[in-house]
Nanobody
Framework: QLQASGGGLVQPGGSLRLSCTAS??????????MGWYRQAPGKQREMVAT???????DYADSVKGRFTISGDNAKNAVFLQMNNLKPDDTAVYYC????????????????????WGRGTLVTVSS
């Protein structure tokens, strides 16, 4: 389960910080590539930023220099610091994980792939 938070209404030029935490009934031991995607009204979902397990980062050209993605491996969390927000950044932002490995209540290792969180709405408007 991915829980995202931090969306809201902000004026152009403002900042927001999104947070997303992976959790579940088991003990997580692997998270591969966490990231953020967004979907604006009438548009397809697009990648905003991702951070693979080796901490390299990847950004959409439209957010480079304004957004920063970071992770906290100990907390199974990923963050997106968004600065100098523009009206075009208005969208529902989704947290995503490529792969999660966890141990269930019996100690069995299990893996789930392509996990999406519920979106959080970011509105940039004056």
């Amino acid at each position: 389960q991915l829980q995202a938070s931090g969306g809201g209404l902000v004026q152009p030029g403002g900042s927001l910080r999104l947070s997303c935490t992976a959790s579940g009934s088991g003990t997580i031991f692997l998270i591969n590539r966490m990231g953020w995607y967004r979907q604006a009204p009438g548009k397809q979902r697009e990648m905003v930023a991702t951070i693979p397990s080796d901490s390299r980062t990847d950004y959409a050209d439209s957010v480079k220099g304004r957004f920063t993605i970071s992770g906290d491996n100990a907390k199974n969390a990923v963050f997106l610091q968004m600065n100098n927000l523009k009206p075009d950044d208005t969208a529902v932002y989704y947290c995503h994980v490529d792969e999660v490995g966890y141990k269930d209540s019996r100690g069995m290792e299990r893996y789930i792939f392509d996990v999406w969180g519920r979106g959080t709405l970011v509105t940039v408007s004056s």
